[in-house]
T-cell receptor, first 119, second 110 residues
């Protein structure tokens, strides 16, 4: 149980184009989803918290106009990297908390990440 | 600011031995600590959670301790196997946010 599906697993795009990454909770409902960015040999850096039906909360230093987050349903959140540049190349990972187990210490269920390469 | 640190970036250990990973936190007193495993190119997978009033938690070959005096959590893998090779992350939650350590890359040598 508690499977999070993230697509695509990798994507290569040209500079200036936009890329959409999907994160789906397959067997549970997720009121809250988190989007992380991870650089090689570094930890997860929280980019934003996505709440179903409301605006995402972005961390300091993360451009909300560049990283658009939409959480349209209890099972789907999307991250769109707009006007991508080579410095946006990274590993993006989403995670979700089970709505039925909502407490601030609930384990996170992660997708398998998306490797974005911008050429 | 709140910090969580995993002292060892990498740890090599012989198969069959016990691997011990360290997680230290500063400027915060978390009520819970979590441990995750991350394989290359994959998302982390939850392993164990320990509460501040629990000294120790076990799950099969895994053991986690929580020392609030030392502000430290230790993660042990007993009878380690090459399949245990991965990066292990500790994390704590503050309100709704999860803060992750930088991880320790464990390599178990056959």
């Amino acid at each position: 149980g508690a499977v999070v599906s993230q697509h695509p697993s990798w994507v290569i795009c040209k500079s200036g184009t936009s890329v959409k990454i999907e994160c789906r909770s397959l067997d549970f409902q997720a009121t809250t989803m988190f989007w992380y960015r991870q650089f090689p040999k570094q930890s997860l850096m929280l980019m934003a918290t996505s709440n179903e039906g409301s605006k995402a909360t972005y961390e300091q230093g993360v451009e909300k106009d560049k990283f658009l987050i939409n959480h349209a349903s209890l099972t789907l959140s999307t991250l769109t990297v707009t006007s991508a540049h080579p410095e946006d190349s990274s590993f993006y990972i989403c995670s979700a908390r089970d709505r039925g187990r909502i407490s601030y210490n609930s384990p996170l269920h992660f997708g398998n990440g998306t490797r974005l390469t911008v050429t | 600011s709140q910090k969580i640190e995993q002292n060892s970036e990498a740890l090599n250990i012989q198969e069959g031995k016990t691997a011990t990973l360290t997680c230290n936190y500063t400027n915060y007193s978390p009520a819970y600590l979590q441990w995750y495993r991350q394989d290359p190119g994959r998302g982390p997978v939850f392993l164990l959670l320990i509460r501040e009033n629990e000294k120790e938690k076990r799950k099969e070959r895994l053991k986690v301790t929580f020392d609030t005096t030392l502000k430290q959590s230790l993660f042990h893998i007993t009878a380690s196997q090459p399949a245990d090779s991965a990066t292990y992350l500790c994390a704590y939650t503050g309100t709704y946010k999860y803060t992750f350590g930088t991880g320790t890359r464990l390599k178990v040598l056959a």
